[in-house]
C-alpha cells in the first residue's frame, strides 16, 4: 500500500513497498502530481525516466535480502525545475561512480543492460547523493522544466 | 493510472510484425516481453517492430529489445524498429541505439531490411 502526503501544491511526497507492484504505486502518484503541477510533456517524460531508473534500480539491486522495504520520494517544484528526493535503507550506492558505459558496440557485443544510470544523468540537471547517519542513502536529482 | 503496455502480433510469410501501444517502462515490459520472446524467437522470425504508439521507453525497454534481437541473431533472425515517437527516438540517439539494430522511419523499409 502507497502512502502519497501532499505538502503544500508544489510538493509531494510518496511511500512505496520495493516491488513491481510499490514502483506502480509510485508512477500512479508521480503521474497525478505531474497532472496537477502542468509542467509539460518534457518535464514529465524526464520526470517519469528518472523515477523509472532510479526506483527500478532499487528494487533490483539495492537489497541483500529478500524482504520487502519501503521506498520513499518526495517531488518539489522549483523554479524552472523539478526536484526527486529518493530515500531508501538499501546498500549504499553513490550513481555519481558509475562509470559510462561503451555505447559505440554492435550488437554481437553489446551489453544487454547498463543503460539506465547513464540516461538519469543524460536528463537532469544535478544529482546529489548522501549516506546519512541512519544508513539510508538519499539521492537527489534535479532535472530541467523547459 | 497509467494504460497498460499492449502487444499484437501477426505473421506475413516469414515475417512477424508486432505493435506496442502504451508506455515502455519496467510495469510494460514485465507485461509483454514472455509473449513478445515467445511469438518470435523460437521459430527465428524476421521482426518489425512498430512504435508509432509507444509514448515512452525506459533502460527496461531497451533491455527487451536488446534481449531479443540478440535471441533471434542466434536463430539467423533480425529485429527492424520502425516510427519511435519523439520521447522514444530520442532516447535512442541517447544510447546510440541505431549501431545496435536498424531503426528506420515506417514499415515498408522496416521489411526491407528484416528480409535483406
Not at chain 1, 36 to 53: P, S, Y
Not at chain 1, 63 to 75: C, G, M, N
Not at chain 2, 26 to 37: I, L, M, N, S, Y
Request: charged share 25%; with cysteine; hydrophobic share 45%.
Amino acid at each position: 500500500m502507497s502512502i502519497t502526503q501532499a505538502k503544500s501544491s508544489n510538493d509531494s511526497r510518496v511511500c512505496f513497498p520495493s516491488s513491481l507492484a510499490g514502483l506502480k504505486q509510485g508512477l500512479d502518484a508521480l503521474k497525478a502530481w505531474l497532472t496537477a503541477a502542468n509542467l509539460g510533456q518534457t518535464a514529465e517524460d524526464r520526470a517519469f525516466l528518472v523515477f523509472e531508473e532510479i526506483v527500478t534500480n532499487i528494487i533490483r539491486y539495492g537489497f541483500d535480502d529478500a524482504k520487502e522495504h519501503t521506498i520513499d520520494v518526495s517531488f518539489a517544484r522549483g523554479d524552472g525545475e523539478l526536484t526527486l528526493i529518493f530515500d531508501d535503507d538499501g546498500r549504499p550506492f553513490d550513481p555519481r561512480n558509475v562509470p559510462a558505459p561503451d555505447l559505440h558496440r554492435p550488437l554481437a557485443a553489446a551489453p544487454i543492460g547498463g543503460r539506465g544510470i547513464f540516461l538519469v544523468r543524460k536528463n537532469s540537471k544535478r544529482l546529489d547523493y548522501e549516506r546519512t547517519a541512519k544508513a539510508r542513502n538519499r539521492l537527489t536529482v534535479v532535472v530541467a522544466v523547459a | 493510472m497509467n494504460k497498460p503496455l499492449e502487444i499484437e502480433v501477426t505473421y506475413t510469410a516469414n515475417i512477424a510484425r508486432v505493435k506496442l501501444r502504451g508506455r515502455l517502462d519496467t510495469p510494460g515490459v514485465d507485461r509483454v516481453e514472455a509473449k513478445f520472446t515467445a511469438a518470435v524467437v523460437p521459430e527465428g522470425r524476421n521482426t518489425v517492430v512498430d512504435l508509432s504508439e509507444v509514448s515512452f521507453i525506459a533502460s527496461m525497454g531497451l533491455r527487451m529489445f536488446i534481449g531479443l534481437a540478440k535471441a533471434l541473431k542466434r536463430n539467423n533472425a533480425k529485429l527492424v524498429l520502425f516510427a519511435p515517437q519523439s520521447q522514444v527516438n530520442e532516447i535512442f540517439n541517447t544510447v546510440v541505439m541505431r549501431e545496435i539494430m536498424p531503426i528506420v522511419v515506417d514499415e515498408a523499409e522496416a521489411v526491407r531490411f528484416a528480409a535483406t
